[in-house]
């Protein structure tokens, strides 16, 4: 198949981008010819698949670039013909679309009642944003990152039909718990992380909606916390770690090149969000073997049964007795074991095979249509 991929960013730096570079990666091995269509590309991830510029005019975060984005790519898509052309970003002109977050209308529900108002209703940006919403949930086919988004799309858009969830995956050739050992030793000496120290991993970027606040004070005597991302907000969470006295305990390391030293080091993987589509670092930390603390807010809870192949949150309150039952090291082996061998059937390769099975379907259908 001749397969169109449309995405802003074909990079390695975000959940969402990640997922694309991965699934053009499975699909361009399993023979097919891939098209990405994006404004910044990495040129180092595949020489094997096509790349067409898109050109932005806008801030990359603004509704008008998304506007853009739609209108560029139409023009150059209409320049050859493709069996498939699927969106990864919002829009209404394609038949394809995959739903990386959760609504804009979820999103407007964490403000206060005023705020809400004035969101709904007299914010110019805001009004586009949800008419843009309206109008790509009327897309003909819709794929979404977890039951949570799906459930997500039922509340807001009274919408089920034709959409399926095709989760992420994971690359289980590189996060796994033999090579995680491997290098376990070396990083917690680098890091400085004593033998009877339990290492609190949190990777992120969006501190506020990944729940860092609520992680920041159950850090406690002979607990260390790796924040790796860049976050927003960070002088609100550097004064927050000041005032619970735990400058010592919590290290923000910034974006990083390789994560796989921090997950090698940790002994707990913990992702407290408020809301979040699916939550890709749990997913990673499972296949390392290492236990995980998530919300039940967490798109990645659908695949953990709570006190089995990991922990969900149901009140804030269960965190602080995850991290003390997790000092342990028989829990810690016993949940890390169930959850690496449920995230062995995550692989991007079973994602690109799902795909696509999808696709083929909808020719099918336009076949007998």
């Known amino acids: 198949m001749k397969i169109a991929l449309l995405v802003k960013r074909f990079t390695l730096s975000g959940g969402k981008e990640r997922y694309v570079v991965e699934l053009a990666r499975a699909l361009q091995r399993r023979g097919h010819s891939i098209h990405v269509f994006a404004c910044q590309y990495d040129n180092s991830l595949s020489k094997q698949i096509t790349f067409h510029k898109v050109v932005s005019r806008f801030d990359s975060f603004s509704v008008l670039n998304t506007l853009s984005f739609i209108k560029e790519t139409a023009k150059l898509l209409s320049k050859q013909k493709y069996d498939i052309i699927h969106s990864h970003e919002r829009n209404y002109t394609q038949k394809i679309l995959t739903l990386h977050s959760l609504s804009y209308c979820e999103g407007l529900e964490k403000y206060s009642f005023i705020r809400r108002i004035d969101q709904k209703y007299f914010s110019l940006r805001s ?3 949800l008419w843009l919403e309206k109008r790509q949930m009327r897309s003909p086919w819709l794929i979404s990152v977890s039951q949570e988004v ?11 039909e034709n959409i399926v969830t095709i989760p992420p995956g994971v690359d289980t050739d590189q996060f796994n718990s033999a090579n995680i050992k491997k290098l376990r030793d070396q990083a917690r000496k680098e890091k400085k992380v004593q033998k009877d120290e ?7 970027s969006a501190f506020q909606r990944k729940g860092l606040g609520r992680l920041l004070p159950e850090i406690k005597e002979n607990m260390r916390l790796f924040v790796v991302g860049k976050g927003d907000k960070l002088v609100k969470y550097k004064r927050l770690i000041k005032a619970y006295g735990i400058e010592k ?8 090149n390789d994560v796989k030293q921090y997950y090698a080091l940790a002994d707990v993987v913990v992702l407290p969000s408020r809301s979040e589509a699916f939550g890709m670092s749990a997913l990673e930390g499972m296949a390392c073997g290492l236990p995980v603390i998530v919300t039940q807010n967490c798109g990645v809870a659908d695949l953990i049964e709570n006190n089995k192949n990991g922990l969900v949150m149901k009140k804030n309150s269960d965190l602080a007795k995850y991290l003390h039952l997790l000092r342990s090291k028989e829990e810690r082996l016993r949940l890390g074991t169930l959850a690496e061998k449920t995230a062995k059937a995550y692989s991007w390769e079973r994602v690109g095979l799902t795909h696509e099975a999808f696709y083929k379907q909808i020719l099918s259908c336009k076949l007998s249509a």
């Open 127 to 129: 009004l586009l944003y």
């Open 150 to 160: 799906s459930r997500d799309v039922k509340k807001y858009y009274d919408r089920s």
């Open 198 to 204: 339990l290492a609190v991993l949190f990777v992120g």
């Open 249 to 256: 305990k919590v290290i923000l390391t910034g974006m990083v």
